[in-house]
């Protein structure tokens, strides 16, 4: 059972950057697809962005699109999400999330449904000051 740990948030003005880091232990963190989500105070959880077992499928929200780009590297048993352009409305704690495919044809999979995640993060403050 893999434990997922979060950092990399903080306070940053508009236009600036963050790289969010989710860590992997327990587990063979390669076997997962793994996406981010956030909760912004007063707003139900939203995805955000995912990437399959291996990194060669990934997925973005519309609002972040263009902006973020979610890796991984498997020998770090980590996944990044690289946010660029932050915007206020990005502000939000994002937490990231890991499954294992039920299936040998859902590792092409990215997965952008919370109900279909097992593991989850505690997540890490983003601020952005206008």
């Known amino acids: 059972q893999v434990q997922l740990a979060e950092s990399g948030g903080g306070l940053v003005q508009a236009g600036g950057s963050l790289r969010l880091s989710c860590a992997a232990s327990?587990?063979?963190?390669?076997?997962?697809?793994v996406g981010w989500f956030r909760q912004a105070p007063g707003q139900e959880r939203e995805f955000v962005a995912a990437?399959?077992?291996?990194?060669?499928?990934?997925s973005y929200a519309d609002s972040v699109k263009g902006r973020f780009t979610i890796s991984r590297d498997i020998a770090e048993n980590s996944v990044y999400l690289r946010m660029n352009s932050l915007k206020p409305e990005d502000t939000a704690v994002y937490s990231c999330?890991?499954?294992?495919?039920?299936?040998?044809?859902?590792?092409?999979?990215?997965?952008?449904?919370?109900?279909?995640?097992?593991?989850w993060g505690q997540g890490t403050q983003v601020t952005v000051s206008s």
């Open positions: 999330a890991a499954v294992v495919p039920r299936f040998p044809i859902d590792y092409v999979k990215t997965y952008r449904r919370e109900n279909e995640y097992d593991y």
């Open positions: 990437v399959n077992w291996n990194g060669g499928s990934t």
């Open positions: 327990g587990g063979t963190f390669s076997n997962y697809a």
